[in-house]
């Protein structure tokens, strides 16, 4: 990734700095195809950047064409990785959410060609339109087996799959299915047997054994509170990544404050469970616990492990830690995850509300939905912020929670 000092470095980040400035630097489109091809995210299942890309895109008034060469390159059925064009597939889906309906056109020519065409089938079907995927549906009952066409039926209403279901009688039969495992699913959770008769021991040692009803039994112990989930956590968490260590760090999210002495001694250990401490100590640490949140934070930042940096800016955050000031600063300036942005300016609001001013300005042009909602929160209102937010509220590609939140800021 590029330097944070230049405007490249800056667009791979999604910073909004880089998006306020583009306009005015010469060769910023073409870095903006750079990362939309080369996608610099450095978490793909978490961090944003398709309608940030997509926005500039509309504002610089660039071409689609060089994402559909991208798109059809000669790599695309010889180079494995599926996550070659997903970037390039979302951004093309946004820009037709802001009334570029020309990049339908190579969206849809990939769900024809493509290797990965069942990601763009997806994204067509997100956007709802049925004039745009019409005809799709042979190819589609045509490709797909019943366990793809139950993944592309989404869980809300759609207007796409509706029309095919209509069409092809494989997708209603999907359709049909899904609505009945719905149905069967909330009739199951009404029906299911009370873990409350079993005791903690039984509900211990059903977790142990790691086999049928072990997870519902992990969060049988967590809605207790019952201090044996902790010594679980020490069994489970060092092992390597499960699903079963990943029930008990759910399960722990009902425990509270007394959990704290044994959250601070996992988190000085640094060993299996030091994770956990530290999300621990960021939820319900006290003043006593600066000086570890800041040790840890400082050795994030120095190593530039920026998602170990997550808990401590949380905590330090809450706790309105004036003395992290300097490395939050740097944190939102050079950390390569965008996903910690968020935490970074709740953190900046809390403790230097002066000195987040700036950031929450930046903010509103970020690519991290969590930052625009916070930024239209706490962002000074001037001709500039006002305007952003008003194209924030009645942009019809925002997220709701960032567009309910410019609307309650435009209304005071």
Sequence with gaps: MES?????????????????????RPGAGEYVYACIRRDP???????????????????????????????????????????????????????????RREAAVPLRRYAEEGAQWFDAVAELIDLADPSLAAGLDELVAA???DADLTLLIPGRRNPVIEAWAARQPRVAEALARQREAGRAARRAMVAAPARDTQSDAELLDLARRRGEGAIAAIFELGRRRTPALLDLAEELLPQRP????????????????????RARAWAAARGGCADMGLRILARY????DIPLLMDELRGAVARREWAGAASPIEGLGRLRAGEAVPLLKTAWAESTYAYLRPRILTALTRTAPHTAESYTVEGLWDCEEGVRAEAAR???????????????????????????????????
């Design 285 to 288: 640490g006290t003043r006593q």
């Design 143 to 145: 490709r797909c087996d």
């Design 378 to 412: 706490y962002a000074p209102l001037t001709r500039e912020t006002g305007l952003r937010l008003q194209r924030l509220h009645h942009d019809g590609a925002e997220e709701p929670d960032v567009r309910a939140a410019a609307a309650a800021r435009l209304m005071t």
């Design 4 to 24: 944070a000092g230049t405007l490249h470095g800056q667009l791979q980040r999604g910073l909004g700095r880089a998006a306020r400035r583009a306009a005015d």
């Design 242 to 261: 499960s699903r079963f260590g990943g029930a008990v760090c759910r399960a722990l999210g009902e425990y509270g404050p007394e959990t704290l002495p």
């Design 41 to 99: 995210r450095w978490d793909r299942q978490c961090e944003s950047r398709r309608l940030y890309y997509a926005r500039l895109m509309v504002d610089l008034e660039l071409s689609s064409g060089p994402l559909a060469e991208h798109l059809f390159d000669a790599a695309d059925h010889t180079d494995p990785d599926e996550w070659r064009v997903d970037l390039a597939l979302g951004v093309l889906a946004d820009l037709v959410r802001l009334s």
